[in-house]
C-alpha cells in the first residue's frame, strides 16, 4: 500500500471512532495533588508573547498559526523556552486553579511544538515517532516532576479525570480545522471558568461544531460522539445540551429526530497551507 493511499486509510479509520475506542478518562493519581493554600501564580507570559504574534483569526472565525513564522522568526525560541520553563516546576505544587490553566497551556504549547517538528505535514495525524502512528498523542515529549508525560497522557490522566469538565475539550487544541479555536490569549487561574464557557460558546455556535445541511441533515464535530459521555448520556440529552448553547438553533436541535451526521476535519491549522 502507497504512504499516501495508507494515510488516506489511517484517516478514515480515525475519523469513523466509535465513542468505545476514543481514550478514557483514567486517572494518573500521581498527578491528583494539590496545595490550595499556596497562592502564587505561574508565569505564561512568553506563552501569550507568541499566541499574540502567531495566532491570528481569520474571516471563517477559525484561528490559524502562522507556523512557517514561527519556524522562521525567534518565535520557536521562545516557545522552547516556555516549554522549558513550565517543565521545570512541579505542578502539584500549586492550587488546582493554577493547575488547570498549566496543562491547557502546556498541551497546547507541546502541540504546536510537535508540528514544528513535522515542517512538510498537512496533518498532525501524520506526526507520530512511530511509523503506524496515528499521530503524536501517545509519545511521550515532555518530562514534568520527573514524569515523562505525552499529550494523551495530559488530556485524559490528567486533565479529565481530575476536574471532570466537558469544557476542557474545547480549550485543548489538536493543530486541524475541525479542532476548537487556539485562543490568542492564555488560560490563567483567575479567568479560566470565563474563558472555557467562551470557548464552549463560540465552538457550538461555529459550523464545525453544529451545522444543518441543505437537506435539513444535523452535522456535529465528532468530538461530541467520540466524547459524548462527557457532555450527556444519550444523544437526545446531546442535543438538549447542545440547544441551551447555540444563539440560533436552539429550538431546532431540541425538537431534530433524525439521524445525525458526525464529521471533523484533520487538514492543519495552518495560516500557510502545505
Partial sequence: MRPSTLFVALTLILTTLPLHAAPKAELWSFWDVHDD?????????VWQSVLSEYVNTHED????INYSGLIEGQ???SLQRYIEQQTSLDPRRYNRQEQMAYWINLYNALTVEVVLGYPHKASILRMGKKFFSIGPWNDKIAN????????????????RPI???????????????????????????????????AAEQQYINHSRGVSFNQRGQL???????WYQSDFADSDKALLTYLSKHHDTLSNRLRDYDKSIDYDYNWDLNSQNPR
Avoid at 452535522?219 to 460522539?225: A, K, L, M, R, V
Fill in 144 to 159: 514534568v516532576a520527573g514524569q515523562k508525560v505525552s499529550l494523551n497522557d495530559i488530556e485524559h490522566r490528567i486533565l
Fill in 219 to 225: 452535522h456535529i464535530s465528532s468530538i461530541f460522539d
Fill in 61 to 64: 472565525q477559525v484561528n490559524r
Fill in 163 to 197: 476536574w471532570q469538565d466537558h469544557r476542557i475539550h474545547f480549550a485543548v487544541n489538536c493543530a486541524s480545522i475541525g479542532c476548537p479555536n487556539l485562543t490568542q490569549e492564555v488560560y490563567l487561574a483567575e479567568n479560566i471558568d470565563a474563558a472555557l464557557s
Fill in 75 to 77: 518565535g520557536r525560541v
Fill in 37 to 45: 493554600t499556596n497562592t502564587a501564580t505561574m508565569d505564561h507570559s
